[in-house]
């Protein structure tokens, strides 16, 4: 069996994502492009249309990067990727700090957010409710949203970084589909009548507590990859 699919490595990825998918910035994200696309008159059908284009835009988008970077890490020698995996840790805690630090003062200070000229630029191109600019929407907010979403799933591709392996590509898939999972959640929501105000709402009441919960998870991961890097912990 490949030891990347072990019990311990799947459930850390299962939750890992889990958490991850509750992030603020992609659902906030996913809430402007619907916001745009009803305030154009689009029927319930093509907001459903638009927003499965947007969303398997994400989902692709981050999948084809965590096969790149697996890739990538699978390809280096692995006494240097034991140092990387160090280093990826260190990183993974100073934003964990910040997430925790959004818990108690949310938005003051430095943030992991979407710079603002690309939080503009998100604001703009939600407005193109066509097929190809939701899907251009989708990629261009995948790729400028790494430093808001980006630290859990470094750590989860570092720690399958040592076999880039029919198992490894599984469990990325897997991890990206539950990071969608909240995304199709929405979607069907506002199809069935849900507000899309009492969604805003209810992310704005619990982003702080997004962030925590996120920073604690980052706090795991690091030291998972730092036990990792010593050999303490051998998911094989």
């Known amino acids: 069996m490949d030891p990347l699919t072990s019990l311990p490595t799947v459930m850390t990825i299962i939750a890992t994502a889990a958490i991850d998918a509750i992030n603020p910035c992609a659902i906030g994200v996913m809430i402007l492009m619907i916001s745009a696309v009803l305030g154009s008159g689009k029927s319930v059908k093509r907001l459903v249309i638009l927003g499965s284009i947007y969303i398997f835009a994400v989902f692709l988008t981050y999948l084809v990067a965590g ?11 692995l ?28 938005a003051q200070g430095f943030s992991l957010a979407i710079p603002a000229p690309f939080a503009k630029k998100i604001h703009d191109l939600s407005e193109r409710t066509t097929t190809a600019g939701v899907a251009f929407l989708g990629f261009f907010v995948s790729a400028v949203e790494l430093p808001c979403t980006g630290a859990p799933y470094l750590a989860i591709i570092t720690v399958l970084g040592d076999n880039f392996t029919m198992g490894a590509f599984f469990l990325l898939v897997i991890y990206n589909l539950i990071f969608v999972a909240p995304l199709i959640v929405i979607l069907i929501l506002v ?34 990859l730092i036990f990792i890097a010593n050999g303490i912990i051998n998911f094989g």
């Open 79 to 106: 006494y240097i990727v034991e140092y990387l995996s160090i280093a990826v840790a260190m990183l993974i805690i100073a934003g964990a700090l910040v997430e925790i630090k959004d818990y108690f003062w949310y």
């Open 191 to 224: 199809a069935f009548g849900v507000e899309l105000g009492s969604i805003q709402n209810w992310k704005q009441t619990n982003r702080a507590n997004m962030r925590l919960l996120i920073g604690l998870l980052l706090i795991f991961l690091a030291w998972l």
């Open 67 to 77: 096969l790149g970077l697996l890739y990538f890490l699978s390809s280096i020698p």
